[in-house]
């Protein structure tokens, strides 16, 4: 979330079954010690909605009322005004609804890339396709993708900050 959303604490999500309350996180899947005795991620992801334990997958919040699906916080449902959810893990495989091929960006960002839009079992994300080229014949409207993680950046502590994008499926023949 941009502006002025409130932080979260790492390791914490809000929204869970309706509650504005915290509820725990699954931990990042890779920990070390620290000198002190105490343990620190190696890993952490780069939204709240990526978990990255056991396997990386998304996780929504969909509403009780009418089962739309969230990925941001919500205190109610944009289709029916409902204020009661659930977190629900969202399938790691998908197909590519609509795409577009960047190729103006913020300074810094490289370009061209592939944004799209990716249907994981009726549930819509928005995210990068990645692992492939960015041009239309690599690219298409209905292919198969998968969820796939990527290292961001790593801190001073060598803690990597986790990304995830949607990669195209290879064909088998």
């Given at each position: 979330?941009?502006?002025?959303?409130?932080?979260?604490?790492p390791?914490?999500?809000c929204?869970?079954?309706?509650?504005?309350?915290?509820?725990?996180?699954?931990?990042?899947?890779?920990?070390?010690?620290?000198?002190?005795?105490?343990?620190v991620?190696d890993?952490?992801?780069?939204?709240?909605?990526?978990?990255?334990?056991?396997?990386?997958?998304?996780?929504?919040?969909?509403?009780?009322?009418?089962?739309?699906?969230?990925?941001?916080?919500?205190?109610?449902?944009?289709?029916?005004s409902?204020?009661?959810?659930?977190?629900?893990?969202?399938?790691t495989?998908?197909?590519?609804?609509?795409?577009?091929?960047v190729?103006?960006?913020?300074?810094?960002?490289?370009?061209?890339?592939?944004?799209?839009?990716?249907?994981?079992?009726?549930?819509?994300v928005?995210?990068?396709?990645?692992?492939?080229?960015?041009?239309?014949t690599?690219?298409?409207?209905?292919?198969?993708v998968?969820?796939?993680?990527?290292?961001?950046?790593?801190?001073?502590?060598?803690?990597e900050?986790?990304?995830?994008?949607?990669?195209?499926?290879?064909?088998?023949?």
């Amino acid at each position: 979330m941009r502006g002025s959303a409130p932080r979260e604490r790492p390791g914490f999500a809000c929204g869970d079954s309706g509650s504005l309350g915290w509820r725990p996180q699954p931990p990042p899947h890779r920990w070390r010690r620290t000198p002190g005795g105490g343990s620190v991620p190696d890993q952490v992801p780069l939204v709240d909605y990526l978990a990255l334990s056991p396997e990386p997958h998304l996780v929504a919040h969909e509403c009780d009322a009418c089962g739309a699906r969230f990925f941001d916080r919500r205190n109610a449902c944009a289709s029916c005004s409902g204020t009661s959810f659930h977190a629900v893990d969202v399938p790691t495989a998908g197909e590519l609804v609509t795409f577009t091929i960047v190729s103006f960006a913020a300074p810094g960002v490289p370009v061209p890339f592939v944004a799209g839009v990716v249907d994981c079992g009726g549930t819509s994300v928005r995210a990068n396709v990645i692992n492939t080229d960015p041009d239309p014949t690599h690219v298409r409207t209905g292919m198969p993708v998968q969820l796939a993680t990527f290292v961001v950046g790593t801190d001073s502590e060598g803690v990597e900050a986790v990304g995830f994008g949607f990669e195209p499926v290879e064909a088998t023949s």
